[in-house]
């Protein structure tokens, strides 16, 4: 190994930190002159501003492609690669240690920071709002690609190079989910960033109508959606991983994730009364700064070692520094918005609560408490601790406790609104539900008599089937109008935006069933099996038919092969070599529509061909991912309606079920 003054030196290291001290020149630029021609309008510092922007997003591409490049060749003098990746490990987990870790996830961080930086630039209007909008920006990057080059440098090198390199942590190389779930969640964190500076933008300006919302509508779903697919793909890592049969534990990194997808949800729903109505300005600006600012908050819980988490990257000194970033965000974001109070004040009031916006906003109110006990439940741990010397756990009862029936209300609302007209009702409130509210209770009703008898998963099925009849009446109700179902494809195509929402209410719906019975009916059972030995289990008949081993050049394995009724599974436990005293269970699922076969390997012992297992029944888990399927085809619908401008006036009566459009 070359050496320089008595310290390691790399090549790929250097070239990686020369290529973000550019990418910090650059966006240090762009901030600066962003600022000024903001102020001044000037034409020209603004282009200069952009094609900063495009300079820092090709340094910051150039330095993440010089770390995964180090990675693939196994290049051991650049720290990252020594700490974090193995030469025998496959090429798909090679790729996947570029964010394996503290220092790659935030330079992947920085990258897509970028990245949409540069798109931003790109498409925005050319009006009063883009050079404060990137300069936003430009400040969001500037702080990510300043703590690579401090205290998160990936580039450091090394002076005792190893052999293999000490390899990634082996639960995050014992699923290919770990490709997915980290992209598709700093996609959905830092897209919220766009918005974000928008409204700032919006409030430094003035500018406060409705033009900045309609800018980031796409921006605003795009971000949502890749969100909930980052939740989702969490829920299943956790769920062929962990080996519990679980996919939510109320942990608070995933809490970190739930927050900000709770905040952006209610801001999805109350645009569209500002949009129509001139309505919740001050709500809808406030929900965006601290939904970005959630995104950084839950940042700063998994990688500070302020919680303890299966997913957290331990402890270090960049927790404080999150907390700075969150606290400026939120000084910045809610000081503007109190300085422009009088001047983003409502023009309309709410003309009635029985109606479409009296719904959302009550859906909203819901959405901001859900949010806020879940941050108070998942930071009382940290405060009695640095308070009074101890840590309590709070655990998933304690959440389940609010969760439930909030979520009820919001299947409530989510029903209901639709259902309603603009501004106030005209006539009998039963006579809008009535369908749907007798399709809720005879639900109820047949839950209980089918044998459901806890009282709030009865009500979740009556609530469900309540939504569906609901979101079926509005399709009929548009169709018969337009001389029946022949005519459904022609409204989806002149509605998207509106349809789609139809079909990610009923994602929605379905993923309400999912978590209602696998939560309440799923069944655990361990037994011990010996070879060709069959035993009843959960009402199975299981049976260990073999006992093997696989090795390759990065894990051992041990395999079992279990039959389940008719079914074979084959659980496996991996060890892999840089961390054999942290074996992994690697459960296998069968996945049925109404419930999934579920086993994990606990102990084995191929000697005395004898395995330890647990059997679990999940009903209806697959709902979840079907159900998610269905909301992002929603989500993708909507993203399909054109652009339109804000609507001049409002109908003083428009028609009752007018459809949802969020």
Avoid at 292 to 314: D, I, M, N
Avoid at 369 to 391: C, D, H, K, N, S
Avoid at 567 to 596: C, F, R, S, W
């Amino acid at each position: 190994m070359t050496e320089f003054l008595g310290l390691g030196f790399s090549p790929l290291g250097a070239a990686g930190t020369l290529a973000l001290l550019f990418a910090f020149a650059f966006t240090l630029y762009a901030l600066i002159s962003g600022l000024l021609a903001g102020r001044r309008g000037d034409s020209r510092l603004e282009q200069s501003t952009r094609w900063a922007l495009w300079a820092n997003f090709f340094f910051v591409s150039l330095a993440i492609g010089t770390l995964e490049y180090a990675i693939l060749k196994d290049d051991f003098t650049v720290r990252y690669v020594a700490e974090h990746s193995m030469s025998v490990s496959p090429t798909w987990v090679k790729v996947v240690t570029l964010w394996a870790a503290l220092d790659g996830s935030i330079l992947l961080w920085a990258w897509i920071l970028s990245l949409y930086a540069f798109l931003v630039s790109l498409t925005a209007r050319r009006d009063v709002l883009r050079p404060w909008v990137m300069s936003v920006q430009a400040l969001s990057v500037l702080f990510f690609v300043g703590l690579n080059l401090t205290i998160a440098s990936p580039f450091t090198p090394v002076v005792d190079v190893p052999q293999q390199g000490m390899g990634p942590n082996p639960l995050l190389q014992n699923h290919w989910m770990m490709a997915v779930h980290p992209v598709l969640m700093y996609l959905g964190f830092v897209g919220l960033s766009v918005p974000f500076a928008y409204a700032i933008a919006a409030l430094v300006t003035g500018r406060l109508g409705e033009s900045w919302l309609i800018q980031t509508r796409r921006w605003t779903m795009v971000a949502w959606g890749f969100l909930t697919m980052a939740i989702l793909a969490g829920g299943w890592w956790s769920y062929e991983i962990l080996g519990w049969g679980g996919y939510w534990a109320w942990d608070p990194v995933e809490n970190a994730s739930f927050i900000p997808w709770l905040l952006a949800t209610a801001f999805i729903h109350s645009v569209q009364i500002q949009e129509r109505r001139r309505m919740l300005k001050v709500w809808n600006v406030y929900l965006i700064v601290f939904a970005y600012a959630a995104t950084v908050l839950g940042t700063f819980l998994t990688r500070s070692g302020v919680v303890e988490s299966v997913h957290a990257f331990g402890t270090g000194p960049i927790g404080p520094l999150f907390l700075a970033f969150f606290t400026t965000l939120v000084v910045i974001g809610a000081g503007l918005a109190t300085w422009r109070l009088p001047q983003i004040r409502d023009p309309h009031s709410l003309d009635h609560p029985v109606s479409r916006e009296g719904a959302v906003l009550a859906g909203n109110v819901l959405f901001v408490v859900f949010a806020a006990l879940v941050v108070l439940a998942t930071l009382f741990p940290i405060v009695m601790e640095a308070t009074r010397g101890f840590r309590t756990i709070v655990g998933p009862t304690f959440y389940d406790r609010f969760a439930i029936p909030i979520g009820l209300l919001l299947l409530v609302f989510m029903g209901i609104g639709p259902m309603l007209p603009w501004r106030r009702l005209n006539g009998s409130l039963w006579q809008s539900v009535r369908a749907p509210a007798l399709a809720g209770i005879v639900g109820t009703v047949l839950a209980f008599v089918l044998g459901v008898r806890n009282v709030a998963l009865a009500l979740c099925v009556g609530l469900c089937l309540y939504n569906v009849v609901g979101l079926g009446q509005l399709v009929w109700d548009s169709a018969r109008a337009r001389g029946g179902l022949g005519s459904v494809p022609r409204l989806v195509r002149e509605h998207p935006r509106r349809y789609g929402a139809y079909l990610a209410h009923l994602g929605i719906v379905m993923i309400a069933l999912g978590i209602g019975f696998s939560s309440t009916y799923k069944a655990r059972q361990e037994v011990t099996l010996q070879l060709n030995k069959p035993q009843t289990v959960l009402g199975k008949t299981v049976t260990l038919t073999a006992m093997n081993t696989e090795e390759r050049p990065e894990r051992f394995s041990s395999v079992a092969t279990v039959q389940v009724n008719k079914e074979t599974l084959t659980p496996k436990m991996n060890t892999y070599i840089n961390q054999p005293q942290q074996p992994v269970a690697m459960p296998a699922v069968k996945y049925h529509l109404m419930g999934d076969t579920y086993v994990t390997l606990l102990k084995a012992e191929h000697d005395q061909k004898w395995a330890t297992v647990a059997v679990i029944d999940s009903p209806m888990v697959s709902w979840l991912w079907w159900g998610t399927l269905l909301l992002m085809l929603g989500t993708g619908l909507s993203l399909g309606a054109p652009v339109r401008e804000l609507v001049p006036r409002v109908t003083p009566a428009p028609a009752p079920r007018e459809g949802l459009t969020a």
